[in-house]
């Protein structure tokens, strides 16, 4: 599965998951814009050092990558990577958007809105715009590939992490919403829950010999192959969410039940059926929510 002719931007790519991301598809053959604002965890202290070593190892190996050092948590930032890519290599056929940071701080950050301003800017907004930016020119490769990063903390919940479980959750929203717009252009739009060594998981036990386990097996280039895949023309799924890591790929996915309807009932009503609402038995995985609403225009009449 090669990428000859392809242009990809990856973002967050001068640590973490990215570094790999962008070797894999550059050794495949892709041209590659390597973006990072090279920032500590809290967004402070930019350098260009990471994705400048980033490139620099993608040229040693004789492949082609540009560094990018723009911020994409802002509008600005974004309108300048995108134009740094055009201006570039004349397309953009991939884009992977890694960029994201994460803030440890209970639930109460909730009431915080400087961090989570700071973290939906980066999370949601940014990544947001930053698709915008880059449709036109997806829709014009007509094989265009949006890779985005989420969270199982954004899907199933995170202890103490509100604020982060909310931005990683709007990334789910939005992938849905964007596979229904990317398909009749041929763009394909997925998520990657991704567990990996980084900065934000280096030591985060009080067990050193957990630590040290999870560094030798959660490694970032376990995730790059997903990554990959979802990035490649073969890729057919779309508005898909899968989990990544350790050698492991899964699928995550939101089911409706059959449910129970009545209508005109009472509270009691719920409880005396919620058995039968909550049954998963015969759950159906709608792929729009026009198609999640279907049970309940099951009696209507068809549309003149």
């Known amino acids: ?21 962008a070797l894999l598809l550059a050794r495949r053959g892709a041209r590659v814009i390597v973006n990072d ?72 950050d909730l009431l915080d809105a400087a961090t989570f301003d700071r973290l939906h800017d980066l999370m949601v907004s940014g990544v947001g715009l930053l698709v915008g930016a880059a449709w036109p020119h997806l829709a014009r ?45 041929g763009i394909k739009v997925n998520a990657v829950c991704p567990l990996a060594i980084s900065r934000l998981f280096e030591g985060f036990s009080d067990n050193q010999a957990f630590n040290d386990w999870f560094a030798a097996n959660a490694r970032p280039e376990y995730v790059a192959p997903l990554v990959g895949y979802l990035a490649h023309r073969d890729c057919q799924p779309t508005g898909r969410v899968f989990n990544s890591g350790m050698g492991h790929v899964a699928e995550i996915f939101t089911g409706l039940t059959q449910g129970w309807k ?37 009696d209507a009449p068809l549309a003149g």
Request: aromatic share 6%; proline share 5%.
């Open 1 to 21: 599965m090669r990428f000859d002719g392809k242009v990809a931007v990856v973002t967050g790519a001068g640590r973490g998951l990215g570094p790999e991301q």
């Open 37 to 108: 604002l090279g920032s500590a965890i809290d967004g402070t202290m930019p350098s260009q050092q990471p994705a400048n070593e980033v490139v620099w190892s993608i040229r040693a190996e004789g492949f082609i990558a540009e560094p990018d050092f723009n911020d994409v948590s802002t509008p600005a930032g974004i309108r300048a990577l995108v134009d740094h890519a055009i201006a570039t290599f004349g397309a953009i056929d991939v884009l992977v958007c890694n960029a994201g940071t994460i803030v440890y701080g209970g639930t109460p």
């Open 141 to 185: 490769s007509g094989e265009g590939r949006v890779i985005l990063m989420s969270s199982a903390g954004g899907v199933f919940g995170i202890p103490a992490n509100a604020t982060y479980g909310a931005a990683k959750g709007g990334v789910i929203g939005m992938l849905r919403c964007l596979a229904i717009d990317g398909e009749p252009l």
């Open 262 to 298: 009545q209508q005109g009932h009472a509270i009691e009503d719920i409880r005396d059926h919620f058995s039968e609402i909550a049954d998963r038995a015969g759950y159906a995985v709608p792929a729009t929510a026009l198609e999640s609403t279907g049970l309940l225009f099951a």
